[in-house]
């Protein structure tokens, strides 16, 4: 694992774009303060699988907090849509509030379609 490079960059004429190296080699960890934060990462994360089996409708959730973390980082970005305006239809938003709906939904589109590519990798 000392060796190992992330990835390298890669000119493309105006930019330069990261290309990550594919990880398919075998890792030894000797620094035990990283194997024990990994562990408790590990713990957390089946905590958090176990909770899940008292969701009723994951799916639901799921998108709920999709729809909250996209009304959130919009934010940061200037828009002043919440919650439950995200909720609502196009038509029934405020037309002087329309452009901000769409920014959030364009956010929810991409997030959901990173996560049905993240299905493919696995």
């Known amino acids: 694992m000392k060796n190992f490079k992330a ?11 990261f290309q990550p190296e594919k990880i398919n080699k075998q890792w030894v960890l ?11 990462a590990d713990r957390q994360l089946g905590k958090l699988d176990m909770y899940s089996e008292y969701i009723p409708n994951i799916d639901l959730f799921i998108s709920m907090h999709i729809a909250k973390e996209a009304t ?17 239809d196009k038509d029934d938003v405020n ?13 929810i589109s991409a997030l959901n379609s990173a996560i049905e590519n ?3 990798l696995l």
Request: proline letters at 0%.
């Open 7 to 17: 990835g390298r960059y890669i000119n493309q004429g105006t930019f330069k774009s």
């Open 95 to 107: 037309e002087e509030k329309r452009n901000d709906w769409e920014e959030v939904q364009n956010y």
């Open 118 to 120: 993240l299905k493919k």
């Open 72 to 88: 959130k980082s919009s934010k940061i970005e200037g828009t002043k849509t919440n919650i439950e305006e995200v909720l609502l």
């Open 30 to 40: 000797e620094n035990m303060e990283l194997v024990n934060l990994l562990s408790q």
